[in-house]
């Protein structure tokens, strides 16, 4: 854990951030995908610490490419701003959006500002993506407006069940449900960008707005546990005729892996729900070489489905073990204070430890793949498309904010670990904002989530949020968990 988080994957959250930028460049004159909207902003998100400055510009043209309506293209190439909607683009009987696309952005502008506490940024006019005949855009608006904008356009584009339409498809691209199918990984995303919207809307005193998104969460909390619980576990689509996909009535896909994290993630989940799914996940999902996205694998091309039915039983989305999922799990876990399984979670898919299954893993060392082959497939273990993965970020942030419990928010550094019962305790450096803090915590009790104490420089603090110091300071902070 110490070389993979000091060394690398921040090394790859570095090369992720900046690959699609290169090949951009390389391919300019052949048409280039260019850059996802949703990969960059959360490889934003891992790349930060090291690269506020550079964050923010991708972050400038990340919101220029969001539309009028508060959605946002797909994907642009950095180097001609020029934009598209992806595979939508080519389905004509398929939404033409994807439907968590713009709540990345909230979600990366919201870590941006707790790193930096760059606030004056909300501020920053930025054009929306539509443009005029003379190629000029046809509106500019602050920050604060497009993240408000996102937020709004996924709660007025809802489905029967009043959960958010899927579009063409959300995180998952390979599941392409036709028009009117709704999705709960968008819903639980959307719950956490209104808990950020909520949060700032506080600090900037905006009491109108505030209660606005309070509101808004509260009505999709209620939605989501009264149409999506499935008696042990959530649902994780409804298709345009009102079948639920994720659910004991579906023959393949009865379970998927991210509508059970995100619902802890999100909030909505209460806490009897949320560790029924997790148990569900484990019990259902789990191998000792990684969490599977969904079982059990679909078998046999179906177009209603669409891309996810194309791959054989236990690759890639059809129930592989789909790297970028897995940290998500240890997030929620670590919200539930579970830090014996969050830790197992994370050396599971470790590349680290692959070292003496190489042949089997066909991985380099240290870095993280995009997917491995599940335990349905006769080729388990077998490890593909090694470094561009959001894997590394997500890896990376589960590792420091939530299993060391070390992440920035917005007032100051929260102190809150979360780890394995028989850890006596760890040291770590963290640098802020300008500042440097030599944090050591010492667990006693042998216990896996808990602060007793907090003091810096040796005086005792009231809560867990350590201060903002000055620029160039050191503070020496001791932790007693308990």
Avoid at 74 to 84: C, D, G, R, S
Wanted: aromatic letters at 12%.
């Amino acid at each position: 854990m110490d070389r993979m988080l000091n060394i690398h994957t921040p090394r790859q959250c570095a090369i992720t951030l900046n690959w699609s930028r290169y090949l951009s460049l390389y391919q300019l004159g052949f048409g280039a995908r260019g850059i996802g909207f949703r990969d960059s902003s959360q490889d934003i998100m891992g790349a930060l610490p090291g690269s506020p400055g550079y964050c923010k510009d991708l972050l400038i043209k990340l919101l220029s490419v969001q539309k009028v309506n508060g959605s946002a293209m797909h994907q642009f190439n950095p180097l001609t701003m020029v934009a598209n909607m992806g595979d939508s683009a080519g389905e004509e009987d398929r939404p033409d959006y994807y439907s968590d696309d713009h709540l990345w952005g909230v979600l990366a502008v919201s870590e941006y500002i707790k790193e930096t506490g760059d606030f004056t940024f909300l501020d920053q006019l930025i054009p929306y993506y539509e443009k005029d005949r003379a190629e000029k855009p046809l509106e500019t608006a602050s920050v604060w407006d497009h993240l408000k904008r996102a937020v709004n356009f996924t709660r007025e584009n809802t489905g029967a069940h009043g959960l958010p339409l899927l579009g063409f498809a959300d995180w998952n691209d390979t599941v392409n449900l036709p028009a009117g199918s709704e999705s709960l990984f968008t819903a639980h995303l959307y719950g956490v960008a209104l808990q950020e919207m909520i949060n700032l809307a506080e600090i900037f005193e905006d009491s109108k707005a505030m209660e606005g998104f309070k509101a808004d969460y509260q009505s999709m909390k209620t939605t989501v546990n009264h149409a999506a619980w499935d008696g042990e576990w959530y649902l994780r689509y409804y298709n345009h005729e009102g079948e639920p996909l994720g659910s004991h009535k579906n023959s393949h896909g009865q379970i998927y892996t991210n509508a059970q994290s995100w619902a802890v993630l999100s909030g909505f989940a209460p806490d009897d729900r949320a560790r029924m799914s997790l148990e569900a996940v484990y019990q259902r999902l789990n191998t000792r070489k990684g969490i599977k996205l969904s079982t059990p694998g679909y078998d046999g091309f179906d177009p209603e489905k669409g891309g996810v039915t194309t791959y054989p039983p236990g690759a890639k989305e059809n129930g592989g073990i789909f790297l970028h999922a897995n940290p998500w799990v240890m997030i929620a876990e670590t919200m539930l204070g579970n830090g014996d399984r969050a830790y197992q979670y994370y050396r599971q898919i470790n590349p680290a430890i692959r070292n003496e299954s190489i042949d089997e893993f066909e991985c380099e060392p240290y870095v993280y793949p995009q997917n491995i082959l599940g335990d349905e497939h006769p080729q388990f273990g077998l490890a593909r498309n090694a470094w561009l993965t959001g894997t590394a970020s997500w890896a990376y942030q589960a590792g420091i904010k939530y299993i060391l419990g070390v992440r920035p928010e917005y007032l100051g550094l929260r102190i809150d670990p979360c780890i394995p019962a028989d850890w006596s305790g760890f040291s770590l450096t963290r640098r802020f904002r300008g500042a440097t803090y030599a944090i050591q915590v010492h667990n006693p009790g042998r216990i896996q989530k808990g602060v007793g104490s907090v003091s810096v420089d040796g005086e005792l603090l009231d809560s867990n949020i350590l201060p903002i110091f000055e620029p160039g300071t050191v503070h020496q902070v001791d932790v007693i968990m308990g």
